[in-house]
């Protein structure tokens, strides 16, 4: 039995900080995706929403707060948390009811409403919550943890501040034309290196803003696909949203403590190099097919962390990739074509499924600006906090 | 004196530790403790025993913060950069974080660290910390 399901639409609600209900992009993108598919609400089986945190309890509940101002059709309904992970979740939840044969046709959408800074742990006292505990006690931002990774890459492998500025300029360049982008415009090493110091050795310029977005995907059986006439759709052929194994050995947000060690052996693979791996395997598929990749790059030196996780090249090689412009457009395998995060700033719930619209409108020839030329397989790539794996395969 | 700003998590002994807990079938370490399960998954025991961990480790990596953090981090009206340190414990095999105090900042991966226990950012309540073995 094929493991694929068809991507049938893909829509986003443009990122920025406009301020208003997350609903309302988590709407516009359903309907853009719906448009794309040209398949009408009322014939949607399932919705899967990832759920917002930030937005009290309509967000808790976004995948029936989406439907409800879709207009309630009777649709099965579920709501996905796995933090920045959750629009992974909920496209698995939806594929695996596709290939149970409990319906042909799902919608999966994330949006979020974003504030103005940090993110910061809900209110209250939580000495049980290491997500409150961490900045309680430590000040612990996530840049600090973004801070621990690239002082790493400088210590152990060379890595500098030009390499990231690269990583910047790059990104910059790649999302100048993308409709769907929130920051349109070249940026210079001058004001990377000259930007503030936020979590030594990583400038503002190194680390993504928080965003307001959405972004939605409809995915179909192939048999539907095919009953509506297209007998070659962009393919979901994997999803990982594995956790980690224990011990887990490097430190992630929101953790105090890593796992210890101390009476087993830490897994040969780490946590992220282990996402990348169980999406490959379920592909039956490597790195070496990879025509191009969406990394989570919330900072720009942990982009090239990504790089090794995925298969790029080896450990401690990334900085060579940067440099030979390997993974900017026209190169050997384009990384985030889309601007990544760079360009869009996160809208968490919404930003695993952003990534699939991408890979899905490059495979289609559609990525008007930034198009990767003959761009057959992609892959997607993040990590939600509290051990959540987020990567997914497309293929045409 | 201030007060500990959690219970349970570290001693204020003249000679301080960070508490965790043991398994007593398969001797892997938790900190912050874990009273009820054991995390390794080929593990069942339930028997954790609080222990001290290591008092001195090695830097896994570091920062110097720039910006306040957002509460419940101690809002102060005259922001300090602080530090902050992912440190190594060898006996633990784990990695532990805290913040930095003393001179620590020309620190390099893999320096040696001890642990001190010292007034929070506010003065309010006492916090662990890392300093650089002179
Ligand atoms: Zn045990």
Redesign the pocket.
């Given at each position: 039995m094929s493991k694929d399901v068809a991507v049938l639409g893909a829509g986003m609600h443009p990122w920025g900080k406009w301020g208003r209900n997350f609903v309302e992009y988590g709407v516009h993108a359903a309907r853009a995706a719906l448009a794309d598919a040209g398949v009408d609400w009322q014939d949607v089986q399932f919705i899967a929403g990832g759920e917002t945190v930030r937005n009290g309890y309509a967000g808790y509940v976004a995948g029936s707060s989406i439907a409800q101002a879709l207009g309630w059709s009777g649709a099965r309904v579920a709501t996905a948390y796995a933090a920045c992970a959750s629009g992974a979740s909920a496209i698995d939840i939806a594929r695996a009811r596709i290939l149970a044969g409990l319906c042909d046709v799902a919608l999966v959408v994330g949006a979020d409403t974003t504030p103005k800074g940090f993110l910061a742990p809900s209110g209250g006292t939580r000495t049980q919550d290491p997500d409150w505990l961490r900045f309680f006690l430590l000040g612990a931002t996530n840049p600090t943890y973004f801070a621990f990774y690239a002082r790493r890459r400088m210590e152990l492998y060379g890595s500098t501040e030009k390499d990231w500025a690269a990583v910047k300029i790059k990104n910059a360049r790649h999302g100048l034309s993308n409709p769907n982008a929130r920051y349109r415009k070249e940026v210079t090493e001058e004001e990377i290196l000259a930007s503030a110091m936020v979590s030594e050795p990583l400038r503002l310029l190194n680390i993504c803003t928080t965003s307001d977005g959405g972004a939605a995907v409809l995915l179909t059986s192939l048999e539907y696909a095919r009953k509506k006439g297209i007998s070659d759709p962009v393919k979901v052929s994997a999803v990982s949203t594995v956790t980690p194994r224990f011990p887990k050995t490097v430190i992630d947000l929101p953790d105090i403590a890593t796992d210890s060690a101390a009476?087993a052996a830490p897994p040969e693979l780490t946590f992220r190099d282990s996402i990348a791996a169980a999406a490959y395997e379920e592909a039956d598929l490597g790195p070496e097919d990879l025509d191009l990749a969406e990394v989570y790059d919330l900072s720009t030196a942990l982009e090239l962390d990504w790089y090794e996780n995925i298969g790029l090249c080896k450990e401690g090689e990334a900085e060579r990739l940067i440099r030979d412009g390997d993974t900017t457009l026209g190169g050997r395998i384009p990384v985030n074509p889309s601007g990544g995060l760079a360009c869009f700033g996160e809208a968490v719930p919404a930003q695993a499924i952003a990534q699939v619209c991408e890979v899905t409108w490059q495979l289609q020839g559609r990525a008007q600006g930034r198009q990767v030329e003959d761009a057959n397989v992609g892959l997607t790539i993040n990590q939600g906090l509290f051990g959540h794996g987020s990567s997914v395969i497309l293929t045409k | 004196m201030p007060a500990p700003a959690v219970e349970g998590f570290f001693t204020t002994d003249p000679e301080p530790a960070l508490l965790g807990t043991r398994?007593s079938?398969?001797?892997?370490y938790h900190f912050p403790a874990e009273t009820f399960f054991?995390r390794?998954p080929a593990?069942s025991?339930t028997t954790l025993e609080q222990v001290t961990l290591s008092s001195r480790g090695t830097v896994w990596s570091w920062t110097m913060n720039r910006y306040a953090a957002p509460p419940p981090f101690p809002q102060t009206e005259a922001f300090e950069p602080y530090g902050v340190a992912a440190v190594e414990l060898a006996e633990e095999r784990m990695i532990v974080l805290g913040m930095l105090t003393g001179d620590f900042e020309t620190l390099k991966i893999g320096d040696e660290v001890e642990l001190l226990v010292e007034p929070h950012v506010d003065g309010e309540t006492l916090i662990w910390k890392w300093k650089p073995v002179a």
């Amino acid at each position: 039995m094929s493991k694929d399901v068809a991507v049938l639409g893909a829509g986003m609600h443009p990122w920025g900080k406009w301020g208003r209900n997350f609903v309302e992009y988590g709407v516009h993108a359903a309907r853009a995706a719906l448009a794309d598919a040209g398949v009408d609400w009322q014939d949607v089986q399932f919705i899967a929403g990832g759920e917002t945190v930030r937005n009290g309890y309509a967000g808790y509940v976004a995948g029936s707060s989406i439907a409800q101002a879709l207009g309630w059709s009777g649709a099965r309904v579920a709501t996905a948390y796995a933090a920045c992970a959750s629009g992974a979740s909920a496209i698995d939840i939806a594929r695996a009811r596709i290939l149970a044969g409990l319906c042909d046709v799902a919608l999966v959408v994330g949006a979020d409403t974003t504030p103005k800074g940090f993110l910061a742990p809900s209110g209250g006292t939580r000495t049980q919550d290491p997500d409150w505990l961490r900045f309680f006690l430590l000040g612990a931002t996530n840049p600090t943890y973004f801070a621990f990774y690239a002082r790493r890459r400088m210590e152990l492998y060379g890595s500098t501040e030009k390499d990231w500025a690269a990583v910047k300029i790059k990104n910059a360049r790649h999302g100048l034309s993308n409709p769907n982008a929130r920051y349109r415009k070249e940026v210079t090493e001058e004001e990377i290196l000259a930007s503030a110091m936020v979590s030594e050795p990583l400038r503002l310029l190194n680390i993504c803003t928080t965003s307001d977005g959405g972004a939605a995907v409809l995915l179909t059986s192939l048999e539907y696909a095919r009953k509506k006439g297209i007998s070659d759709p962009v393919k979901v052929s994997a999803v990982s949203t594995v956790t980690p194994r224990f011990p887990k050995t490097v430190i992630d947000l929101p953790d105090i403590a890593t796992d210890s060690a101390a009476a087993a052996a830490p897994p040969e693979l780490t946590f992220r190099d282990s996402i990348a791996a169980a999406a490959y395997e379920e592909a039956d598929l490597g790195p070496e097919d990879l025509d191009l990749a969406e990394v989570y790059d919330l900072s720009t030196a942990l982009e090239l962390d990504w790089y090794e996780n995925i298969g790029l090249c080896k450990e401690g090689e990334a900085e060579r990739l940067i440099r030979d412009g390997d993974t900017t457009l026209g190169g050997r395998i384009p990384v985030n074509p889309s601007g990544g995060l760079a360009c869009f700033g996160e809208a968490v719930p919404a930003q695993a499924i952003a990534q699939v619209c991408e890979v899905t409108w490059q495979l289609q020839g559609r990525a008007q600006g930034r198009q990767v030329e003959d761009a057959n397989v992609g892959l997607t790539i993040n990590q939600g906090l509290f051990g959540h794996g987020s990567s997914v395969i497309l293929t045409k | 004196m201030p007060a500990p700003a959690v219970e349970g998590f570290f001693t204020t002994d003249p000679e301080p530790a960070l508490l965790g807990t043991r398994c007593s079938d398969c001797g892997t370490y938790h900190f912050p403790a874990e009273t009820f399960f054991c995390r390794n998954p080929a593990c069942s025991g339930t028997t954790l025993e609080q222990v001290t961990l290591s008092s001195r480790g090695t830097v896994w990596s570091w920062t110097m913060n720039r910006y306040a953090a957002p509460p419940p981090f101690p809002q102060t009206e005259a922001f300090e950069p602080y530090g902050v340190a992912a440190v190594e414990l060898a006996e633990e095999r784990m990695i532990v974080l805290g913040m930095l105090t003393g001179d620590f900042e020309t620190l390099k991966i893999g320096d040696e660290v001890e642990l001190l226990v010292e007034p929070h950012v506010d003065g309010e309540t006492l916090i662990w910390k890392w300093k650089p073995v002179a």
